[in-house]
T-cell receptor
Framework: DAGITQSPRHKVTETGTPVTLRCHQT?????MYWYRQDPGHGLRLIHY???????DKGEVSDGYSVSRSKTEDFLLTLESATSSQTSVYFC????????????FGSGTRLTVV | GQNIDQPTEMTATEGAIVQINCTYQ??????LFWYQQHAGEAPTFLSY????GLEEKGRFSSFLSRSKGYSYLLLKELQMKDSASYLC???????????FGKGTTLSVSS
């Protein structure tokens, strides 16, 4: 299996606090993605990265920021968590030419109370 | 923009055949994907179509018609373990990210 891990796997946080989720890969893949998954909405793209320090917004980027200072790590930050950001967050990776190779991490279940 | 539609739920019995449809409207087309996701788990890749026609892979097949903006996933000889959500997805216009439909939850009963 492709080496992709997300941390933490579960987190409960309070409204208004900052939260950072980490995605780590050992595949040296160029592309990394953050999605959130909610009942009735499916998987929605938050942000993605196409290289170190190169990122772009997805369809639901408001309230989220990302950083990629090295190939293997892609961080998702909620600057001030809100209850609407309670969700399951998935990271995914793919190689430069490999449209098949969207591999997902195991997900982070975030609850904002 | 992009819009991907698929039925919310489907039910079937063991041993049967089920077809899950997906229609899409995209400003550019770079391929259509199907993923399987069991409850509480990550999505896993099933198939990819970029040309019209049928792609067969064991019990699973996927069909694409670009002119109609239509795809389907065909599951044969259904097993209980096929109970899962099936996600249809298309690449965005730039070809840089997958946009997903809301998924179809399939329940297989004995």
């Amino acid at each position: 299996d492709a080496g992709i891990t997300q941390s933490p796997r579960h987190k409960v946080t309070e409204t208004g606090t900052p939260v950072t989720l980490r995605c780590h890969q050992t595949e040296n893949h160029r592309y990394m993605y953050w999605y959130r998954q909610d009942p009735g909405h499916g998987l929605r793209l938050i942000h993605y990265s196409y290289g170190v320090k190169d990122t772009d917004k997805g369809e639901v980027s408001d309230g989220y920021s990302v950083s990629r200072s090295k190939t293997e790590d892609f961080l998702l930050t909620l600057e001030s968590a809100t209850s609407s950001q309670t969700s399951v967050y998935f990271c995914a990776i793919r190689g430069d030419r490999d449209y098949y190779g969207y591999t997902f991490g195991s997900g982070t279940r975030l609850t904002v109370v | 923009g992009q819009n991907i539609d698929q039925p919310t739920e489907m039910t079937a019995t063991e041993g049967a055949i089920v077809q899950i449809n997906c229609t899409y409207q995209t400003s550019g087309f770079n391929g259509l994907f199907w993923y399987q996701q069991h409850a509480g788990e990550a999505p896993t890749f099933l198939s990819y179509n970029v040309l019209d026609g049928l792609e067969e892979k064991g019990r699973f097949s996927s069909f694409l018609s670009r002119s109609k903006g239509y795809s389907y996933l065909l599951l044969k000889e259904l097993q209980m373990k096929d109970s899962a959500s099936y996600l249809c997805a298309a690449l965005n216009q730039a070809g840089t990210a997958l946009i997903f439909g809301k998924g179809t939850t399939l329940s297989v009963s004995s």
